[in-house]
């Protein structure tokens, strides 16, 4: 039997701070905009919300690169608007966990403005400077945003690793003085409240033994991170050691960003004595990418999706709870991205969500992701800000493509697609600001936007409404969080299906990707057995044959 912790019938959702509500009109999502919208997540019915970064930063990648930990930046607001978020969303029984970005901070960070300043001094060793060898780079690996990892220190012969962004030093794991400033200030933030954490970037803290050159893998001869990190071990020593000097005495939430755990660690990270309490599923949002890049990446079927997620829950059972998604602030569009594009309407949104709600985990809903708000198209790549949309424009190019084939992956991939701003009506700016948004709205914010779903009781939002219901209803809890997931009709294709079977309880989720009706057969599911839970059409055919799935049709019900 597993053990029972508080967060494990949690729902989360993510906010985007920068582009959530705007409360003073300077076009930018603040800290009293959500607090201003706690009521809100609260209809909806969630218990978490993670925050991405609010901290004082110059912003080169949104927040990510942090200039100093204990300060918020102005453009969110101020420590107090921090405090007042924390006691009402406390009042509201709102858990609120922030984003902890430690693999690496801003180079604006004090840490590294001193270590500029004296490289061979204490401050130097906060980070992994070295010189290059015989006019050679130390090693060939290429940042995730482009280009090499290795960056020239401003009037120096140093040069400073980042795997992300030139603006993004890598901090230096190894020194345990670092280690020690890095938990003093989780703590310090623990010790305010917060419920938890999501841990960014976590797996690049530990880098391999040496830098040393890798077999390139484009023509720019450099090689991937992912390559990279394949090759190193040692991770658990420091996240362990973080666990039991934050997390653990605060009984606190942590989530992991963890692209690469290696097969057979996943106990070490999320099993009952894990490194976390849970690390984000992104099977099926890899599936398809390629070391190219993203113009030469494959978009997924339904049937990769159903197939990936039954590869990660059967991987999980018995060992812990990942955190499911469809989207997050680094991902397109769930609903753009995995429906095909005749099922990307109410019903189809309705079908993904309730696919994926079930499963076995933490579920997290981003922002708008309740609303079906969509991919937006990208005319020009001066309408995008995020810096990896930028660089992966850059590879199309490179590769061969033109202007608009490249615009067209942008907008297939682009980070930007879940950064536009919160549809929240259809007024002027989608009621997201008064002033001019800092990204634009996607265009159709005149037809999805939550005024428009709030009272409509066949909504998406409404939708979402009934499965977080479902999942804190006292008669099918134990079996919606703890039930193992048993997949079944895994070889017909366009339908996904699977029993969450708990203690003397068995509920059927199955679903239809199709636009035409489909009967299907599960052993012991018929018309006396069935009992229909939530759908999204109404109730299933059941005859002698077996049940008839409308096209698009997804049942949940207890057999
Ligand atoms: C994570 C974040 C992403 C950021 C990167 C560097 O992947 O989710 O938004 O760019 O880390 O911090
Ligand atoms: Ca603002």
């Known amino acids: 039997m597993m053990k029972k912790e508080w967060w494990h019938g949690k729902t989360a959702y993510q906010i985007y701070p920068k582009s959530f509500y705007d409360s003073n009109g300077d076009g930018i999502g603040d800290i009293p905009g959500i607090t201003a919208k706690l009521d809100y997540l609260k209809e909806l019915g969630v218990d978490m919300v993670w925050i991405s970064p609010v901290y004082l930063s110059p912003c080169a990648d949104q927040g990510y690169d942090i200039a100093d930990y204990y300060q918020i930046d102005p453009v969110f607001g ?42 061979e001094g204490e401050y130097g060793k906060y980070f992994y400077l070295e010189k290059k060898k015989e006019g050679k780079l130390p090693c060939n690996w290429r940042s995730y945003f482009g280009g090499p990892v290795w960056e020239q220190m401003p009037g120096s012969d140093w040069y400073y690793l980042h795997v992300f962004h030139k603006k993004q030093p890598d901090l230096n ?74 997390f653990r005495p605060h009984e606190a939430f942590s989530v992991g960003e963890v692209f690469n755990a290696k097969d057979g660690e996943l106990g070490d990270f999320v099993g009952e004595e894990g490194y976390f309490s ?25 049937d990769d999706y159903k197939r990936c997620c039954f590869e990660s829950q059967r991987e999980m059972e018995g060992t812990g709870f990942y955190s499911n998604i469809i989207e997050n602030h680094d991902e397109p569009r769930g609903v753009s991205h995995y429906l095909p594009k005749e099922a990307r309407n109410s019903k189809g949104k309705k079908l993904l969500a309730a696919l994926y709600f079930m499963l076995k985990g933490l579920p997290f809903i981003y922002q708008g992701q309740e609303l079906g708000m969509e991919n937006r198209c990208f005319a020009s790549i001066d309408e995008v800000d995020d ?129 035409e009706e489909r009967l299907i057969r599960i052993d012991g599911v018929d018309k006396g057995s069935f009992r229909l839970l939530l759908s999204n059409g109404g109730e299933p055919v059941l005859d002698e044959r077996g049940m008839v799935l409308e096209g698009l049709q997804v049942v949940i019900g207890v057999v």
């Open 78 to 119: 101020t420590m107090e608007d921090m405090d007042e978020l924390l006691e009402k969303a406390k009042k509201r029984e709102i858990g609120v966990v922030m984003d902890l970005v430690v693999n690496h901070c801003s180079d604006e960070h004090e840490w590294f403005k001193k270590a500029c300043e004296d490289p």
């Open 173 to 246: 794991w190894e020194n345990p003085v670092v280690r020690e400033r890095i938990y003093e200030m989780i703590n310090w933030w623990l010790d305010k409240g917060l419920a938890g954490f999501r841990i960014d970037a976590i797996i690049n803290i530990k880098k391999p033994q040496m830098f040393k050159d890798y077999p390139p893998d484009r023509e720019d001869g450099l090689c991937d991170m992912g390559t990279v990190l394949a090759d190193t071990s040692g991770i658990g020593d420091f996240l362990r050691e973080m666990r039991d000097r934050t």
């Open 278 to 302: 849970s690390i984000f599923d992104f099977r099926q949002t890899v599936e398809g990418k390629s070391v190219d890049g993203w113009y030469a990446a494959r978009i997924p079927t339904p």
């Open 387 to 515: 810096i990896s949309s930028r660089d992966e424009y850059q590879v199309c190019l490179e590769a061969g493509l033109s202007p608009a084939e490249a615009m067209e992956v942008v907008s297939r991939y682009s980070r930007d697609n879940a950064r536009t701003p919160f549809q929240w009506s259809g007024e002027e700016n989608g009621g997201f600001t008064t002033g001019k948004p800092w990204l634009g709205l996607n265009e159709n914010y005149r037809e999805i936007n939550l005024e428009q779903q709030r009272n409509d009781p066949d909504s998406l939002f409404a939708f979402y409404q009934k499965l977080i219901g479902l999942r804190k209803d006292p008669e099918y809890r134990d079996t919606v969080v703890y039930g193992k997931t048993e997949p079944v009709l895994e070889e017909e294709s366009g339908i996904m299906a699977y029993f969450r079977q708990g203690e003397g309880q068995r509920i059927l989720v199955a679903g239809n990707f199709g636009q």
